[in-house]
C-alpha cells in the first residue's frame, strides 16, 4: 500500500520538533523524495527507511528550506554505497540551479558516483512527472515567489487522489489540483508574500471538494500551530490536522 511519509512540516525556520517541509511518497517500486530538505538521509533513517531506496526526488522550487538539503543528500547516498541512477525532477530553473550547486561542489570530480538524472518539467498545467504502475503524478505552476509547482498525485488502482500545494499564495492551479482529492496537504505559513494563511488554505480545501486537509509549512519556532486548525475550518466542514513530523497518510 502506498504510503505519503510527512518527514517535515515547519515554514523556513525550522524547530526541534519540525524539519522544514518534505516528505516522501513510498511505494512498492519507487519511493519518492518531495523536496530535499535539511539532510534527509537523518529524517529517513528516523523514519525506518534505507536512504538507498529514493528512485525519484521532485523539487518544487529553488528555496533553501527545500533544496538545501540536496548537496547532503547526493554525498551521503555516494558514501553508502549507492549504485542505482536517481531521477531528479523540477521546472527548467530550478533543475538548472541543482546542477550549478552541486558544479560549486566539484562533485563531477566525486570518483564512481552514481547516475543523476535531471528530467525538466515544463511551465505548464498538469504536466506528467511521473507515472508508475501505482501512482501518477502530475504538475502544475503554483504563485510563490518564483517558479514553482504544485502536484497532484493519483492513485488510479486505489481509486485515490492526494494534492500538495507547495509554497504558494491561494491558487486557483492548486483548487484544480485538489479537485476531489481525498487528502490536500496545503501550506500555511502565513499571509505574507507569496504564502497562504490557515483560513485561505481551508478555502481553497472548500473550492476543490477536497475530502480532507493537512497543513504544513507553518510557523513553528516561537508560535503553537494549534490554532491553525480551527481557522482553516471557517471555511472547510471537512477534518483539518496538523501533519506533524513523521506522521503519514496510507493511501
Ligand atoms: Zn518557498
Request: aromatic share 8%.
Amino acid at each position: 500500500m502506498p504510503r505519503l511519509i510527512f518527514l517535515g512540516s515547519s515554514n523556513a525556520v525550522p524547530s526541534e520538533e519540525h524539519d522544514n517541509t518534505h516528505m516522501l511518497l513510498s511505494g512498492e517500486q519507487h519511493n519518492v523524495l518531495i523536496d530535499c530538505s535539511s539532510n534527509p538521509v537523518v529524517r529517513l533513517r528516523r523514519a525506518g527507511l534505507n536512504p538507498l531506496s529514493i528512485t525519484d526526488l521532485i523539487l518544487t522550487h529553488f528555496h533553501p528550506d527545500h533544496v538545501s538539503g540536496l548537496p547532503m543528500f547526493l554525498m551521503d547516498s555516494w558514501l553508502l554505497g549507492r549504485k542505482e541512477p536517481i531521477n531528479i525532477y523540477g521546472l527548467d530553473t530550478t533543475v538548472e540551479k541543482a546542477r550549478q550547486m552541486m558544479k560549486l561542489y566539484d562533485w563531477q570530480t566525486w570518483p564512481n558516483f552514481f547516475p543523476v538524472h535531471f528530467v525538466s518539467i515544463p511551465l505548464m498545467v498538469k504536466t506528467l512527472v511521473l507515472e508508475t504502475n501505482e501512482f501518477r503524478i502530475v504538475a502544475s505552476p503554483v504563485a510563490h515567489m518564483i517558479p514553482n509547482i504544485g502536484l497532484r498525485v493519483e492513485f488510479p488502482g486505489l481509486g485515490k487522489v492526494l494534492a500538495y500545494s507547495s509554497d504558494t499564495i491561494p491558487s486557483t492551479a492548486v483548487t484544480e489540483l485538489a479537485h476531489r482529492a481525498d487528502w490536500l496537504i496545503h501550506e500555511a505559513a502565513g499571509a505574507a508574500v507569496g504564502h497562504t494563511s490557515a483560513e485561505q488554505a481551508g478555502e481553497v480545501a472548500h473550492q476543490a471538494g477536497a475530502k480532507k486537509l493537512y497543513l504544513i509549512h507553518y510557523q513553528t519556532w516561537n508560535f503553537d500551530p494549534s490554532s491553525l486548525v480551527q481557522e482553516a475550518q471557517r471555511h472547510f466542514a471537512g477534518p483539518v490536522q496538523l501533519a506533524m513530523d513523521f506522521e503519514y497518510i496510507d493511501i
